[in-house]
């Protein structure tokens, strides 16, 4: 690992808390001050023409949360 910025892009309205991996790193999982989970595929956030194409960059938002998301696990 190099450390180096690869992409930035606007996720959520507050801090973003946690972020995780799955298990075969595809998708990326983010968790937020704003009380939301949201999912990401790393394959269209790193694709260009996908990203220009796609009304939202997430594959999933659970927004049922009553209290900031500060911690999360994958399985």
């Known amino acids: 690992m190099t450390g180096r910025l690869l992409k930035k892009w606007r996720a959520h309205y507050r801090t973003v808390n946690c972020l ?5 790193d595809s998708l990326l999982v983010s968790g937020s001050e704003d009380v939301s989970v949201r999912v990401w595929s790393l394959l269209l956030i790193f694709d260009g023409y ?3 194409q796609a ?8 927004q049922e949360h009553t209290l900031r998301v500060t911690d999360m696990v994958t399985g």
């Open 20 to 24: 995780v991996f799955t298990e075969d």
């Open 50 to 52: 996908q990203t220009e």
């Open 55 to 62: 009304s939202t960059l997430y594959e999933h938002s659970f």
